[in-house]
């Protein structure tokens, strides 16, 4: 299992009930992704089956497909390769748009089972950590909302109808699966300077932990300004990541 531990712009604030961190792990992946992939796609076109296909196919074979695959834009093959992650120490507010993502499949921390005995974590914009009177009024704000919570749940009123009094600063955990195809999309998207700053932080560990295991497909992946002109149009951050080797 591989895990990636990515801190936010103020991780150097510390309070008892912030997290400030995305905690990301790769818990599993199709073994050898590359390969799967390349035979998916090879099997359209040849004589043998997938399981001699995988067992005879050269490595530098496998790397002509795949750059046949990443040039012409034929992704259905990409679909073959399948990435599980844990990802700990976020807010409901980032798993909202994370859901947004449908071609990928999601367990997450129920608030409807689990009920919180005792405050929990909120995780906190930088935005508001840097100024010490909006940290405060939320840090208070989100202290009054739990307390209401727990006279609930101590009213005898159930967990799934307390939780309604939850912010969505509220820290969850949730476990993703994609498989390639859509982490390029996912990428595309949320790695972009113009995406919320947490679910960027989210993409970005991610891709960082996909990379090594499928480095030819995953090499230029990540905000559209990495492989070309910028697709946010008028609405672009103005502000490019430097852009990614060209495929050989």
Same mark, same amino acid.
């Given at each position: 299992?591989?895990?990636?531990?990515? *801190? @936010?712009?103020?991780?150097?604030?510390?309070a008892e009930r912030t997290q400030t961190s995305v905690d990301v792990r790769l818990l599993s992946h199709t073994p050898d992704p590359q390969r799967a992939v390349a035979v998916a796609a090879r099997l359209c076109y040849a004589p043998v089956g997938a399981a001699e296909l995988m067992e005879v196919l050269s490595d530098d074979a496998v790397?002509?497909? +795949?750059?046949?695959?990443?040039?012409?834009g034929h992704f259905s093959a990409l679909e073959h390769g399948s990435y599980t992650f844990a990802v700990d120490?976020?807010?409901? @507010?980032?798993?909202?748009?994370?859901?947004?993502?449908?071609?990928?499949? %999601?367990n997450q921390q129920s608030q409807r089972y689990v009920a919180y005995a005792e405050e929990p974590c *909120?995780?906190?914009?930088?935005?508001?950590?840097?100024?010490?009177?909006?940290? =405060?009024?939320?840090?208070?704000?989100?202290?009054?909302a739990f307390?209401?919570?727990r006279d +609930?749940?101590?009213? /005898?009123?159930? @967990?799934?109808?307390?939780?309604?009094?939850?912010?969505?600063?509220? =820290?969850?955990?949730?476990?993703?699966? &994609?498989? &390639?195809r859509e982490l390029l999309h996912f990428f595309e998207l949320?790695?972009?300077?113009?995406?919320?700053?947490?679910?960027?932080? +989210?993409?970005?560990?991610?891709?960082?932990?996909?990379?090594?295991?499928?480095? %030819?497909? *995953?090499?230029?992946?990540?905000a559209s300004c990495r492989r070309g002109p910028c697709r946010e149009g008028k609405m672009?951050? /103005?502000?490019?990541?430097?852009?990614?080797p060209k495929r050989e």
């Open positions: 299992m591989t895990r990636l531990l990515v *801190f @936010a712009g103020v991780s150097s604030i510390s790397e002509r497909v +795949l750059k046949v695959i990443m040039t012409s120490g976020v807010s409901r @507010a980032l798993t909202h748009q994370l859901v947004r993502h449908r071609l990928a499949s %999601y *909120f995780i906190v914009p930088p935005a508001v950590a840097v100024n010490p009177d909006l940290r =405060e009024r939320f840090d208070a704000a989100n202290l009054a307390e209401a919570y +609930l749940i101590d009213a /005898g009123v159930a @967990a799934e109808d307390a939780r309604y009094l939850l912010p969505n600063a509220t =820290e969850t955990k949730i476990v993703v699966t &994609m498989n &390639m949320r790695c972009c300077n113009r995406a919320q700053w947490e679910i960027r932080e +989210l993409a970005l560990a991610m891709l960082a932990l996909v990379e090594p295991t499928a480095p %030819y497909v *995953f090499m230029d992946a990540g672009t951050c /103005g502000d490019p990541y430097p852009k990614a």
